[in-house]
């Protein structure tokens, strides 16, 4: 799917707590195309409300909220979905979203 949004001309970057090291084994076992960010202190995902109080198995507990966010050209959030539950269908939506921009 990476090839729609690159005809699009976005750039598509992931971001978890997770150290490069893990990150580049996670890129090789994936198959990754896209760069993925490490944010160790979750300072940017905060932000962005990616990280934070969830309830994970009946347990509230602190963690990475998947969520997607696309920022237009001047650097300010055109949409946002806070919350992602089905992360294999989720593509197909922002490319759906972009598509009809």
Not at 35 to 55: C, Q, W
Request: aromatic share 8%.
């Amino acid at each position: 799917m990476k090839p729609e949004f690159d005809k699009l001309g976005v750039c598509l970057l992931g971001v978890s707590k997770d150290s490069l090291k893990a990150h580049e084994k996670f890129i090789g076992d994936q198959g990754i195309t896209f760069t993925l960010l490490s944010d160790p202190d979750a300072a940017m995902m905060k932000n962005y409300g990616a990280f934070g109080e969830k309830v994970q198995y009946g347990k509230t507990t602190m963690g990475t909220i998947r969520s997607t966010v696309v920022v237009g050209p001047d650097g300010t959030v055109v949409k946002h979905w806070a919350k992602v539950a089905k992360a294999d269908a989720h593509p197909a939506q922002v490319l759906e979203f972009l598509q009809k921009r």
